[in-house]
């Protein structure tokens, strides 16, 4: 069965760092990835995917996403964290007509 | 355009008691999943509807049980509530499925007392 880890349960970054978050999946052939956000409260907003074609994914807020298929790897990056990203970060896979979602990443911002 | 809305918000139920959770997707959506949402658990898939067919089942007991009507509204239900049960629950639409990008609603936050 595929699975999503997300090895890293919290971040603690300073405002204007950069941040990158890891994900592997374990699934035999390429599958849909993507990376989800969760602010408090809230339901989750896709930030960006992908199905096939260039590695480097752009997505929304300034996210990008590379997906490394030798790593089984889908890491996510921002050059420079606004206060507003601080919120819980997850990576999926979908596969079957459902996304199986990692553990998550919560992401602390610091003055 | 309407996003996808979930109602109700908030709900209290007692452990044997059942409930109904309703899910409006986003107009022309046909898809529509269920998620659990639980501190110790995370995000764990419940069902996904597809034009009335149920076409995926996470593993979840029985208990458990949704459909979805012809306007692509969506019900699930939970019969013979556990403490357990006890969290929130998410519910996405999409044009064809989880390979396309889901949009969620806001949750409905099940508490059993």
Known sequence: AQSVTQPDIHITVSEGASLELRCNYSYGATPYLFWYVQSPGQGLQLLLKYFSGD??????????????????????????????DAAEYFCAVAVGYKLSFGAGTTVTVRA | KAGVTQTPRYLIKTRGQQVTLSCSPISGHRSVSWYQQTPGQGLQFLFEYFSETQRNKGNFPGRFSGRQFSNSRSEMNVSTLELGDSALYLCASSLSGAEDEQFFGPGTRLTVL
């Not at chain 1, 807020?61 to 050059?79: D, H, T, V, Y």
């Open chain 1, 55 to 84: 590695t480097l994914v752009q997505g929304i807020k300034g996210f990008e996403a590379e997906f490394k298929r030798s790593q089984s790897s889908f890491n996510l990056r921002k050059p420079s964290v606004h206060w507003s």
